[in-house]
């Protein structure tokens, strides 16, 4: 996982609890490298985790909850870090139905080592958007916030339903639905 996901969740982190926080969870989730990611590095999806677990532990929120804030919180930065992304994208279906073919290829040509999920859109009309996420991964809750983050700055009342989602070719998977109201 590259090292940006890494520094953003610890800054997070520091943000909403504490520097304290950042020492102790780095402390035990023992990660290897010892809490010293850089933006550009690439490291194993499971000091995250293991991060997160320890996160989950110490403040007494479900790690779940803890993935998806941090989704939200990960994508106003990607706000601020990739505006381009953004110019002539007029709502968030239009942003949403382009994350594989657009945003995600584009980050792929910036880091090529990048792991990223798989999204496929199964249905896309003025009103409802139907995202199918598969990633051995496991971080649909981390779309879930991402997906959150971008109804927010988009500023839409759209309503998001996850199906339970039969595992295909060992890649988790998960349906979102998401639907405009009113
Ligand atoms: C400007 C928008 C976005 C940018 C720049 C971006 C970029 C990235 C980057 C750099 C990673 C880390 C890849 C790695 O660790 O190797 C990532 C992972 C991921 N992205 Fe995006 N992303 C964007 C929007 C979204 C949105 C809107 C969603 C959800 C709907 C999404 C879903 C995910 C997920 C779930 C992962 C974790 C990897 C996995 O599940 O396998 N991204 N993205």
Do not use: W
Not at 146 to 161: D, N, S, T, V
Request: charged share 20%.
């Amino acid at each position: 996982m590259k090292g940006v996901v890494f520094t953003e969740f610890l800054e997070m982190v520091e943000d909403r609890f504490s520097a304290d926080m950042v020492d102790h969870i780095i402390d035990d989730a023992q990660v290897p490298h010892g809490g010293v990611y850089t933006a550009v590095g690439t490291y194993p999806h499971g000091e995250i985790v293991a991060m997160v677990m320890a996160l989950s532990q110490r403040s007494g929120t479900p790690a779940p909850d803890l993935i998806r804030v941090f989704g939200q919180h990960l994508f106003g930065r990607f706000v601020l870090a990739y505006p381009h992304f953004f110019i002539g994208v007029k709502d968030a279906f239009h942003f949403l139905s382009g994350i594989e073919n657009i945003i995600h290829a584009e980050v792929l040509k910036l880091y090529p080592d990048a792991e990223l999920p798989k999204f496929i859109v199964e249905h896309h009309d003025p009103h409802r958007l139907v995202l199918l996420y598969q990633s051995p991964r496991h971080f649909e809750d981390l779309a879930e916030g991402l997906m959150r983050g971008c109804l927010a700055h988009f500023g839409e009342p759209i309503h998001i339903e996850r199906e339970p989602t039969p595992t295909t070719a060992g890649a988790h998977a998960q349906r979102f639905v998401l639907t405009r109201q009113g």
